[in-house]
């Protein structure tokens, strides 16, 4: 079992920035692929983001790419999402979970909101 617990989001203004972090228990975190996922209001959870149990390879859905950036540190069992030029339509809660996820790991998300 490993638990995820997300911070740093907040109300940011669109072409300002972001930076995510998620903590994780577990003494198996450096062995899984990380992601960051969202959920918008009324839609469904979509994926954001990927790295690799090294972080040499990384993979971002086409809305955030360029924009956004994964990274993550096993000794401190963290990954890490940068928002640069966010959006209005970023806003949402943010979560962190391995990937592909495990259904029962999610944590309660935080918030992102972009506006002016």
């Known amino acids: 079992q490993v638990q995820f617990v997300e911070s740093g989001g907040g109300l940011v203004q669109p072409g300002g920035s972001l930076r995510l972090s998620c903590a994780a228990s577990?003494?198996?975190?450096?062995?899984?692929?990380m992601g960051w996922f969202r959920q918008a209001p009324g839609k469904e959870r979509e994926f954001v983001a990927a790295?690799?149990?090294?972080?040499?390879?990384?993979y971002y859905a086409d809305s955030v790419k360029g924009r956004f950036t994964i990274s993550r540190n096993n000794a401190e069992n963290s990954v890490y999402l940068q928002m640069n030029s966010p959006k209005p339509e970023d806003t949402a809660v943010y979560y962190c979970?391995?990937?592909?996820?495990?259904?029962?790991?999610w944590g309660q998300g935080t918030q992102v909101t972009v506006s002016s």
């Open positions: 979970n391995k990937h592909p996820p495990e259904n029962t790991w």
């Open positions: 577990g003494r198996t975190f450096s062995s899984y692929y």
């Open positions: 790295i690799s149990w090294s972080g040499g390879s990384k």
